[in-house]
């Protein structure tokens, strides 16, 4: 995976791009929505994700 957006540090949000052309984020647990077992949810500014 290659960072593509988001801080340097470890808790931060971060956008990756995988291998297989998909993205990946990294961002705060998000708990107004019910998501299907093996997933989950999570929230990120709209800044990291602009332009992608």
Same mark, same amino acid.
């Given at each position: 995976?290659?960072?593509? /957006? #988001?801080?340097?540090?470890?808790?931060?949000?971060?956008?990756?791009?995988?291998? /297989? #052309?998909?993205y990946v984020v990294q961002g705060d647990v998000f708990n107004a929505i019910t998501t299907p077992d093996g997933e989950t949810a999570v929230e990120v500014p709209f800044a990291i994700l602009q332009g992608l």
């Open positions: 995976m290659i960072q593509v /957006r #988001g801080c340097e540090g470890d808790d931060c949000p971060k956008v990756f791009k995988t291998e /297989r #052309g998909t």
